[in-house]
Nanobody
Framework: HVQLQASGGGLVQAGGSLRLSCPAS????????MAWFRQAPGKEREFVAA????????YYADFVKGRFTVSRDLAKNTVSLQMNSLKPEDTAVYYC???????????????????WGQGTLVTVSS
């Protein structure tokens, strides 16, 4: 089992920045992928970014490219999401997720992730 704990959400003005963190504990191993998803009220959960733990290769949804950066800290077993130039449409509950199965064509599919942290709310005011 892998336990995830997301934190770092809050209220920020448009154009501002936030940094989300998600430490992983339990039987994480070394070959897995960690990702961030988000879900706005009334909308489906959508992919934001992912990082392959072993290689640190990163993948992003088009709408966050150039604004968000996903990274991992090997020593702390933590994945982070640095969010800059935030927009009101970025308002959502953000979730971190992990999967031991790495299928690049399915990174954006939430069904492929077995482990989820509780969400952290990000609110961007205009």
């Amino acid at each position: 089992h892998v336990q995830l704990q997301a934190s770092g959400g809050g209220l920020v003005q448009a154009g501002g920045s936030l940094r989300l963190s998600c430490p992983a504990s339990g039987r994480t191993g070394s070959r897995y992928v960690m990702a961030w998803f988000r879900q706005a009220p009334g909308k489906e959960r959508e992919f934001v970014a992912a990082i392959i733990w072993q290689s640190s290769s990163t993948y992003y949804a088009d709408f966050v490219k150039g604004r968000f950066t996903v990274s991992r800290d090997l020593a702390k077993n933590t994945v982070s999401l640095q969010m800059n130039s935030l927009k009101p449409e970025d308002t959502a509950v953000y979730y971190c997720a992990a999967s031991r199965t790495i299928i690049l064509s399915s990174l954006a599919n939430p069904a492929g992730y077995a482990y989820w942290g509780q969400g952290t709310l990000v609110t961007v005011s205009s």
